[in-house]
């Protein structure tokens, strides 16, 4: 069986660049997931935002620290879920 191209010495055997570990420092580091995209490695885009979106919730690591998207912040919509999910609580 040939490993993946772009794999590396300790490298999970699923064709990332990454692994678990290196997935949870950069999610802790960063504010979005793009950052965590870029401090990984790699371009941002929807595919791999997809991926490693679905690595962290795999994982169950805490991304209540996120902002989220850049442009929203501090709009009326985010203001209002908010507000909604105080409520909720």
């Not at 999610?27 to 997809?50: D, I, K, S």
């Amino acid at each position: 069986m040939h490993a993946h191209p772009r794999a590396t010495a300790g490298s999970p055997p699923t064709g990332r660049r990454y692994t678990d570990e290196q997935l949870v420092a950069a999610v802790a580091a960063e504010q979005t997931v793009h950052g965590v995209l870029r401090r990984l490695g790699y371009t941002p885009n929807g595919g791999m935002f997809r991926a490693v979106s679905g690595h962290i919730r795999r994982l169950g690591l805490d991304t209540s620290h996120c902002t989220g998207q850049a442009w929203a912040r501090g709009s009326a919509a985010i203001k209002r879920r908010r507000r909604v999910a105080r409520l909720v609580r």
